[in-house]
């Protein structure tokens, strides 16, 4: 069976708070669906983060990961 569709967010004004509640949220998520024999899909899974241009320099080592594999990060460019 396959679950579609999920979405983890987390908002803070610090990069590592961020990334550690982000990844023990993913943990927790991939550690249920284990239990109830569902697969997540990592190829599919991608990672988004949101800041501003002072903070983008910082977030090179911003690395989430599903059973040691680290996830793809996607870069959406914000236009006015």
């Known amino acids: ?41 990592q190829s599919k899974t991608k990672g988004l983060l949101f800041v501003t241009r002072q903070k983008l320099k910082n977030t090179d080592v911003f690395a989430l990961k599903i059973r040691g594999e680290i996830i793809e990060r996607v870069f959406k460019s914000l236009t006015t």
Not at 20 to 27: K, R, T, Y
């Open 1 to 41: 069976m396959y679950a579609e569709d999920t979405v983890i967010y987390f908002t803070g004004g610090n990069l590592s708070t961020i990334k550690s509640v982000l990844q023990e949220d993913l943990n927790n998520v991939e550690h249920w669906m284990t239990e109830n024999q569902l697969v997540l899909n």
